[in-house]
Structures are given as structure tokens and as C-alpha cells.
């Protein structure tokens, strides 16, 4: 470990961990919240169809090559770390009475103890368990997703009967990796309420008790386990699944064990903050980002009218409010899930860094594109990008928008999570032509990133319906990066979007846990308020020939779906 530029162990930095599909990160903040250094180890994944499964040994190995890589690459010595925070995909896995792990999978593989959140295997258990109508569903959208923890348990108990009998904890990822770290099993409110049907607002009396380092479980609705056939798990006070409960960022045991302290590389006894599930962090690290202009005028409820937008792989759409909000097709209302004592909900689009990678990648023009990028030592996003920026100069078009007078995209690959719900919606492209040019491709590519962000105007446009009242959005997340991508949210949404100083705000928001576990600050708001940060911020254009353009736009986008729906029953009538 390279030695520290200031031996001094006199200031504080707090350590984010971030376990997200294929890779670990670790990430040094300091107590400006800005990062000092990171790095990522990989992950191993098996893919077999609808199951997808990892492994808890090899991620936590993951994470200790990170975090040490991490120490080294940022000049920060073990004693300087005073706090950290875990961050992970909400990803389910089974350890025995030792700890060990036990395996989910078909083939009996005891290193795959992890079903993968985005892993299919349970579609069948959660069309039965949302036929239950229990209360419960009612603050997950009006159902579970197949991608939650009810249905995959319930797949487990059906299949692997003999794993199901060693099974001695289940836990949410993020939950294992704390466990993993100070041996305190206590979950947090974040991947309970968000995953495992837990009602979180069981514990609003106790929101003010400030001493309360985990509370006993009383939001798990037992009726409902019964139910669906999983009355098993409420053995023993809920032991298997969450027996306490904290806030996140509340300190876990007695902070990190020697154990887990040695294999880190960091010093025993730090402070271990209750997690949050990898995009809630992404809300906690941006959330508070408001530019030092209108801080002055802040006033406390403002963040109610704020949207984060965590886009990478897929799109979270994250807001608060101070009372509970039923919205049809968005997850929640979820208590104290992402801020404590506010309200979340929850929408997304379960492809949108996929789809666009899609799009190009089975472009005929792809391979040359690629290689033209390579070249040029630039990514194929800024390639294209300056490719449209060529062709609207040609076409002497005043506003980029306007190239895509004739494509049109609905962004449905992968069905519709938010705001219709419709895991049986299609994509549709509409205005293909024997054109297989790379200007073609740009066209095709920027009708698409318009087709996400109509898809993110119909949930912003849905919620504000329902009661919420969102003026600003906060981006970050790999796609935040594109200032296409952005520019054209900002002008079909007709919000500004404010970016954060700091790119890695996943890994913040993981570190912000940590900072309040070391009881530096009073509450996971005052940490935000302190380390989050501003960048810049992307104002709609004030063309008013944009925003005419857009409204067209959307209404054909919002007419795709009506024509695919219209389609559907006449061939369903057709067959039957």
C-alpha cells in the first residue's frame, strides 16, 4: 500500500462500497464529499436463460481487492478511514448456521448462493403470489415483481428442497456484505421495504427515537408468508430473514471485526453504516446537489420536488414526499426507504444503457463505427454525437432534436416497468429504410435516446398526476455522462437537470452511510446537506419551436403503445 502524502491520521475519510453487477468498487471520499480515489475488481456471473447466479465468497474477495486498491490509488492510510457504508444490486443470498454458503441453483453448484436481482426464474411464483391481493402488495405498485425476494424464496422452497432446509439466512446482498463485515445481521429499511414486502411504516413512532441502533422487526405482515406458503420463515422471530431493522446509515455491532478488518486492510472497530440498495445510494449521493445560487433561497421541503434519475444499465426514477402517495405502475409508497421519514416511490425502465448498446451493437454499421471510434481514441456515444452535430449543420437545422422528424422509438425491448406496468410491452421502431449508413445509425440512436426520455416524461408527468409536484430532476449513473442524453431529457421533460460536482455517486452515497455511523452528523440528511454537491446544471432549450416539436414527438410516442395494445387484442381475437 503506498504510504500517504500526509502521514497525519488527523483527517477523515469516509469509504463507499458499491457491489453492482459484474464488478466491486470502492470509493474515498473526504469530508467535502469529494472523491480522492476508486477502484473496481470484477465479478463472476453464470447466465443460463432466466437464471443468473453469483457468488458470495467471490464478491466479498472482490470488494477486499477493491477497497485495498482503492487505499493505495487515492494515498489514504488505513488509520485515516473513519467510516464506511455498503451499496449493493438487490441480489438474494442464502448462507447455513456457519455462515457458509448455500446454493440456489439448479445445477447444485454450492459456490452459487446468490440469485442475481435481474435473474427470471420466479415470473410464475409472482403471478401466484399477486393473485393473494394481500394489503402488502398495495406499497409495491399492486404487485411483486418477479426480480423481488418473495417470489424467488418461494421458487427455492418449490425446487431445491434440501437447500431450502439448510438455509439458516437470507439476505439481500447489501445486508450480507455488513453482516459479512461487523457479524450484525440487522437489515436495513431500504432492501427490507423495497424487496421483501416489509412495512417499514410500522416504525414511525419510533422515527424520533435517536438511540435506536436496530429496532425489533415489526413491520413483516406474517398473514401474508402463510399465504403464499412461506409461514416457515416467521420461525424464531423472523431469524431467517430480519429479526431488527435499522435506518440506513445507523452503526451496525461494534464496527468492523479484526476479521474482516485484516482481509479489508483497514483497522478494527470502524464504523459500519446500514445500507442501502445501489440506486437508493445514488439518490442519497445527489439528491441534496443544489447549486450554491439557489441554496440561499433553499427551503427545507424543496427536495420533495426533486427526481433522481439513476441511469445505467436500466433507468430509477426516485422521488420523496412528506405523505404516502399511491401511484398505479410505480413502486411504493416505501417509509424511510431512501431519506428516513419521507415517503419513497420508485419508477424505472428496464433497459435503457441495454437498449441504446442494443441498437448499435445490431446496426450493420456497428463494427465499422466501433472501430472508427477505437481510432480516434473516443467512445461510439461521442462519436455519434459528432456525427449529429454534422448532419444538423448540413440540414441547416436550427435545434438537434429535429433530425428524427421521421423515426420514432417506443423504448419497450425489455417491457414496461413504469408507469404502465405492461411486462408484455414490445419495442417498436417506426420509419426504417434499406439505409445501413453510419449516419443512418446516428438518426436511429438519437430517436432512441428521445424514446427514453418521452418514456421518463410519462412517469414524471404520471407521479406529478398522483400528487407529487417534481420540478428538477438530478442525473447520475453512466448515461448521465452523454450530454445528448441529457440535453434532450431537459428539453422533452422541460426541467432543468441538475448533474452532481461528483460523477461516482453510487460510491458517495454509500460513503455518506459510513459518515453517519461514525455520529459526526445527526442524520443521513445533515451528511447529504454536507457532502453532496453541485455541478452543473442543463437548462431546457426556450425555442418554442422545440418545445412544439416535442409535443408532437410524444404524442406519437404515447400512440405507439395505444396501436401495440390495439394490435394485441385483434390478434388474441384472431386466435381464439
Known amino acids: 500500500m503506498a504510504s500517504p502524502t500526509e502521514p497525519s491520521s488527523s483527517r477523515s475519510v469516509f469509504l463507499g462500497i458499491d457491489v453492482g453487477t459484474g464488478s466491486a468498487r470502492a470509493g474515498l471520499f473526504d469530508e467535502e464529499g469529494k472523491l480522492l480515489g476508486s477502484s473496481s475488481s470484477p465479478i463472476q456471473i453464470w447466465k443460463d436463460g432466466d437464471f443468473v447466479e453469483q457468488s458470495s465468497t467471490?464478491?466479498?474477495?472482490?470488494?477486499?481487492?477493491?477497497?485495498?486498491?482503492?487505499?493505495?490509488?487515492?494515498?489514504?492510510?488505513?488509520?485515516?478511514?473513519?467510516?464506511?457504508?455498503?451499496?449493493?444490486?438487490?441480489?438474494?443470498?442464502?448462507?447455513?448456521?456457519?455462515?457458509?454458503?448455500?446454493?440456489?441453483?439448479s445445477t447444485g453448484d454450492s459456490r452459487r448462493n446468490v440469485i442475481v436481482w435481474m435473474d427470471h426464474r420466479a415470473v410464475d411464483q409472482a403471478e401466484r403470489i399477486n393473485k393473494s391481493n394481500s394489503p402488502v402488495l398495495e406499497?409495491?405498485?399492486?404487485?411483486?415483481?418477479?426480480?423481488?425476494?418473495?417470489?424467488?424464496?418461494?421458487?427455492?422452497k418449490e425446487n431445491l428442497q434440501e437447500s431450502w432446509?439448510?438455509?439458516?439466512?437470507?439476505?439481500?446482498?447489501?445486508?450480507?456484505?455488513?453482516?459479512?463485515?461487523?457479524?450484525?445481521?440487522?437489515?436495513?429499511?431500504?432492501?427490507?421495504?423495497?424487496?421483501?414486502?416489509?412495512?417499514?411504516?410500522?416504525?414511525?413512532?419510533?422515527?424520533?427515537?435517536?438511540?435506536?441502533?436496530?429496532?425489533?422487526?415489526?413491520?413483516?405482515?406474517?398473514?401474508?408468508?402463510?399465504?403464499?406458503?412461506?409461514?416457515?420463515?416467521?420461525?424464531?422471530?423472523?431469524?431467517?430473514?430480519?429479526?431488527?431493522?435499522?435506518?440506513?446509515?445507523?452503526?451496525?455491532?461494534?464496527?468492523?471485526?479484526?476479521?474482516?478488518?485484516?482481509?479489508?486492510?483497514?483497522?478494527?472497530?470502524?464504523?459500519?453504516?446500514?445500507?442501502?440498495?445501489?440506486?437508493?445510494?445514488?439518490?442519497?449521493?445527489?439528491?441534496?446537489?443544489?447549486?450554491p445560487s439557489e441554496a440561499e433561497e433553499h427551503d427545507e421541503e424543496d427536495i420533495c420536488n426533486r427526481m433522481v434519475l439513476v441511469c445505467g444499465t436500466s433507468t430509477c426514477h426516485m422521488a420523496i414526499s412528506r405523505r404516502k402517495l399511491f401511484i398505479p405502475g410505480v413502486w411504493g409508497p416505501f417509509w424511510s426507504a431512501m431519506v428516513p421519514e419521507y415517503w419513497l416511490t420508485e419508477g424505472g425502465q428496464s433497459a435503457t444503457g441495454a437498449l441504446l448498446d442494443h441498437i448499435?451493437?445490431?446496426?450493420?454499421?456497428?463494427?465499422?463505427?466501433?472501430?472508427?471510434?477505437?481510432?480516434?481514441?473516443?467512445?461510439?456515444?461521442?462519436?455519434?454525437?459528432?456525427?449529429?452535430?454534422?448532419?444538423?449543420?448540413?440540414?441547416?437545422?436550427?435545434?438537434?432534436?429535429?433530425?428524427?422528424?421521421?423515426?420514432?422509438?417506443?423504448?419497450?425491448?425489455h417491457g414496461n416497468r413504469s408507469p404502465i406496468a405492461d411486462p408484455k410491452s414490445k419495442g417498436v421502431i417506426y420509419g426504417l429504410t434499406l439505409d445501413t449508413s453510419d449516419k443512418q445509425l446516428a438518426l436511429l440512436y438519437l430517436a432512441t435516446v428521445q424514446g427514453i426520455a418521452y418514456g421518463t416524461r410519462h412517469i414524471v408527468e404520471h407521479s406529478n398526476a398522483h400528487g407529487h409536484q417534481i420540478?428538477?430532476?438530478?442525473?447520475?449513473?453512466?448515461?448521465?455522462?452523454?450530454?445528448?442524453?441529457?440535453?434532450?431529457?431537459?428539453?422533452?421533460?422541460?426541467?432543468?437537470?441538475?448533474?452532481?460536482?461528483?460523477?461516482?455517486?453510487?460510491?458517495?452515497?454509500?460513503?455518506?452511510?459510513?459518515?453517519?455511523?461514525?455520529?459526526?452528523?445527526?442524520?443521513?440528511?445533515?451528511?447529504?446537506?454536507a457532502l453532496n454537491a453541485a455541478g452543473q446544471v442543463i437548462h431546457p432549450s426556450n425555442d418554442p419551436k422545440v418545445k412544439k416539436y416535442h409535443e408532437a414527438k410524444y404524442r406519437i410516442f404515447r400512440g405507439l403503445y395505444e396501436q401495440q395494445l390495439s394490435n394485441r387484442s385483434m390478434m388474441a381475437q384472431a386466435l381464439a
Open 58 to 105: 467471490d464478491i466479498w474477495l472482490a470488494v477486499c481487492a477493491a477497497v485495498k486498491a482503492a487505499c493505495s490509488r487515492a494515498k489514504v492510510a488505513p488509520t485515516e478511514v473513519k467510516g464506511l457504508g455498503f451499496a449493493a444490486t438487490c441480489s438474494l443470498v442464502a448462507v447455513d448456521s456457519d455462515s457458509s454458503p448455500v446454493s440456489v441453483s
Open 165 to 291: 432446509l439448510i438455509v439458516f439466512r437470507w439476505m439481500d446482498l447489501s445486508d450480507w456484505l455488513s453482516y459479512r463485515a461487523t457479524g450484525d445481521d440487522t437489515r436495513s429499511l431500504c432492501t427490507t421495504v423495497c424487496k421483501w414486502t416489509y412495512l417499514g411504516h410500522a416504525h414511525m413512532q419510533y422515527a424520533n427515537d435517536k438511540d435506536s441502533r436496530d429496532m425489533e422487526a415489526c413491520g413483516w405482515d406474517d398473514e401474508f408468508w402463510e399465504e403464499i406458503g412461506l409461514g416457515d420463515l416467521l420461525e424464531g422471530h423472523h431469524a431467517k430473514i430480519g429479526r431488527s431493522v435499522a435506518f440506513p446509515g445507523h452503526p451496525l455491532g461494534s464496527g468492523l471485526t479484526p476479521a474482516a478488518a485484516k482481509e479489508l486492510g483497514l483497522v478494527p472497530g470502524i464504523p459500519v453504516g446500514t445500507s442501502l440498495i445501489d440506486a437508493h445510494a445514488g439518490g442519497v449521493g445527489v439528491i441534496e446537489s443544489v447549486p
Open 360 to 413: 448499435i451493437e445490431n446496426h450493420a454499421g456497428s463494427i465499422l463505427l466501433a472501430n472508427r471510434a477505437a481510432s480516434q481514441k473516443i467512445s461510439v456515444f461521442e462519436l455519434l454525437n459528432k456525427l449529429l452535430e454534422t448532419i444538423m449543420i448540413e440540414q441547416k437545422l436550427s435545434f438537434l432534436g429535429a433530425l428524427t422528424e421521421d423515426i420514432h422509438v417506443l423504448p419497450d425491448f
Open 139 to 156: 406499497y409495491c405498485g399492486g404487485g411483486v415483481s418477479p426480480e423481488m425476494q418473495p417470489p424467488k424464496l418461494l421458487w427455492v
Open 471 to 529: 420540478s428538477t430532476l438530478l442525473a447520475c449513473g453512466g448515461l448521465s455522462k452523454n450530454p445528448v442524453f441529457i440535453q434532450e431529457h431537459a428539453d422533452i421533460i422541460g426541467c432543468p437537470i441538475i448533474l452532481p460536482r461528483e460523477s461516482e455517486s453510487v460510491l458517495l452515497g454509500a460513503a455518506i452511510l459510513g459518515a453517519v455511523a461514525t455520529k459526526k452528523y445527526s442524520s443521513l440528511r445533515e451528511a447529504m446537506k
